[in-house]
Each structure stands twice: as C-alpha cells, then as structure tokens.
C-alpha cells in the first residue's frame, strides 16, 4: 500500500449533512482511517436515503461503518472510548 499524507490518522466521523460527509470521504482518500457513527437502522437514517444508493457509496467510501445508539449509556460509553483512540473528531 502507497503511503498517504494522513496515514495513521484516526478519524470519528459523527456528521450527518452533504458538508461532513464530503470532508470525512476526503479524508480517508488521503489515508485517514474513517469511523463512521450511525444511528440504528430503525431511528431512521440520518442522509434520508438508502445505503445502497449511489450518492451514499459515493459520500461514505473509504470509510468503516458503526452503528451506535447515542442516547444510551451503553452507546455513550462507545463512543468515549472511539474518541479516546482518535485524533480528530467531525461533528
């Protein structure tokens, strides 16, 4: 594998509209490892579209997906956890 400028870089991605996507997706094309936070599937899914549409493989590419409910302690814990490990997080 090609070394990349931000190889070794850790990234929570926590963002939901067109701009934090886009930014968490250029990111990982420079190497970033990108951990997507979702909702579950059944509060509803945060870009208001399917997983399988093209505009949502293209904003989230290069990206690991996690699906956490935040507005448990259990998902809240989760989360610290992925933050402790990380060097950026988007919101």
Do not use: C
């Not at 997507?36 to 949502?56: C, N």
């Not at 493989?57 to 956490?68: E, F, G, T």
């Amino acid at each position: 594998m090609d070394f990349l400028p931000l190889s070794g870089i850790v990234v929570i991605d926590l963002t939901w509209h067109r701009a934090g996507p886009v930014t968490s997706r250029l990111l990982g094309n420079w190497g970033a490892e990108i951990i997507k936070i979702e909702a579950p599937t059944d509060q509803g899914d945060s870009m208001g579209g399917s997983h399988e549409g093209f505009d949502y493989q293209n904003l989230h590419r290069n990206k690991k997906s996690l699906s956490v409910n935040l507005k448990t302690e259990q998902g809240q814990q989760i989360l610290q956890r992925l933050v402790r490990k990380a060097d950026v997080v988007l919101e």
